[in-house]
């Protein structure tokens, strides 16, 4: 079946370096969604990326979505403590069904003020 | 707007007992809700899709018979955890898209079951 993998599965930097996550599909993408979750939280909607090659920004977030439509990047600069949290991203197949999301392995940000 | 919530936030039972956990949108008709498990430090599973008037879509490996599910009306599904063992514990999380956009899964703030 799909797989979506993350790496890294844990970062820890200081406060103001920059940080990635890629996000790697086993299988052709139709959109790829990033969330946030936050330690003991719930995961919150962040972006989705459509188009190949596609890329968007939110302030110091910068998300990217691969020529193949199989992999997708997270870009954060100059991190803050607010960052801190795990990133998901999570895509959805063609076909099927169902509008099911596959989510991605995680990556968990620590920041060090 | 697009906001869903989940009853109850947390939950301790006793190993047999069966737990209901409600998913409700509040702002916005849901015709598709999704459940997911998550364990500690890990990703999500989707356990299954639930439609508002038909059966749920189960993923591979999660047993219908013990996992529940219902979607009545347009705001609501529920997921009945029956017969709860220690090995059920875990954090469930619901998520709905919002009708007429298949794009956008807005989540619930989850539901933390204990099973003693």
């Known amino acids: 079946g799909q797989q979506v993998m993350q790496i890294p599965q844990y970062q820890h930097v200081q406060e103001g370096e920059d940080f990635t996550t890629y996000c790697n599909s086993s299988?052709?993408?139709?959109?790829i969604q990033w969330y946030k979750q936050r330690p003991g939280g719930h995961p919150v909607f962040l972006i989705q990326?459509?188009?190949?090659?596609e890329v968007k920004k939110q302030k110091r977030l910068t998300f990217q979505f691969g020529e193949a439509k199989k992999n997708s990047s997270l870009h954060i600069t100059a991190t803050q403590t607010t960052d801190v949290g795990t990133y998901f991203c999570?895509?959805?197949?063609?076909?099927?069904?169902?509008?099911?999301?596959?989510f991605g392995t995680g990556t968990l940000l620590a920041v060090q003020p | 707007g697009a906001v869903v919530s989940q009853h109850p936030s947390r939950v301790i039972c006793k190993s047999g007992t069966s737990v209901k956990i409600e998913c409700r949108s509040l702002d916005f008709q849901a015709t598709t809700m999704f459940w997911y498990r998550q364990f500690p430090k890990k990703s999500l599973m989707l356990m299954a899709t639930s439609n508002e008037g038909s059966k749920a879509t189960y993923e591979q490996g999660v047993e219908k018979d013990k996992f529940l599910i219902n979607h009545a009306s347009l705001t609501l599904s529920t997921l009945t955890v029956t017969s709860a063992h220690p090995e059920d514990s875990s954090f469930y999380i619901c998520?709905?898209?919002?009708?007429?956009?298949?794009?956008?899964?807005?989540f619930g703030p989850g539901t933390r079951l204990t099973v003693l």
């Open positions: 299988t052709t993408l139709s959109n």
């Open positions: 990326l459509v188009k190949s090659g």
């Open positions: 998520s709905a898209e919002t009708q007429g956009s298949t794009d956008t899964q807005y």
């Open positions: 999570a895509g959805k197949g063609y076909g099927g069904a169902t509008n099911k999301l596959i």
